[in-house]
Structure formats: structure tokens, C-alpha cells
């Protein structure tokens, strides 16, 4: 006589490590674009403060040639 054999399987289950994965993956992406948008933030603080810099030199300079000219019509007399 033959013995018939029957193999059930259960579905398997992940554990819930796929969702884990997924919420640290969401997590590191959110402090990615935090982090860049503090960066980004300073970068135009920086840039700002060059220009503003660079505005100053400029005022300066024109002080400076402005004195020099008056310097030298005084030299003139």
C-alpha cells in the first residue's frame, strides 16, 4: 500500500523587519535634508556677509581717492 503524503506550508512572515528598515531609511532622509538646509542656511549667511565686506572695501577705497584727490589740489594752491 502506498502512504499518500501531504505537505501544507504557512505563509512565512518578515518579522517586521522590512518596516524597521524602511522607517530608519525615513528617518536618515529627513536628517539629510535638515542637516543640508542648516548648511544651506550659513552658506547664504556667508555670502552676505562677503558681500557686505566687499561693500565696505569699496566705500573705503572711494574715501581713500577721494582724499587723495583733495590732497593733491591742495598741493596745487
Known amino acids: 500500500m502506498v502512504e499518500e503524503r ?3 506550508e504557512s ?5 517586521g523587519a522590512g518596516w524597521v528598515i524602511a ?3 525615513i528617518l536618515a ?3 539629510g535634508v535638515y ?4 548648511s544651506s542656511g550659513s552658506e547664504a549667511v556667508k555670502d552676505n556677509a562677503i558681500a557686505n565686506a566687499a561693500n565696505d ?4 577705497a572711494k574715501q581713500v ?6 590732497a593733491a589740489d ?4
Open 74 to 77: 591742495n598741493t596745487k594752491k
Open 6 to 8: 501531504i505537505i501544507v
Open 29 to 31: 532622509l529627513v536628517a
Open 57 to 60: 572695501v569699496g566705500s573705503a
Open 11 to 15: 505563509p512565512r512572515s518578515s518579522g
Open 35 to 38: 542637516f543640508f538646509a542648516q
Open 23 to 25: 522607517v530608519v531609511l
Open 65 to 70: 581717492g577721494d582724499a587723495a584727490e583733495t
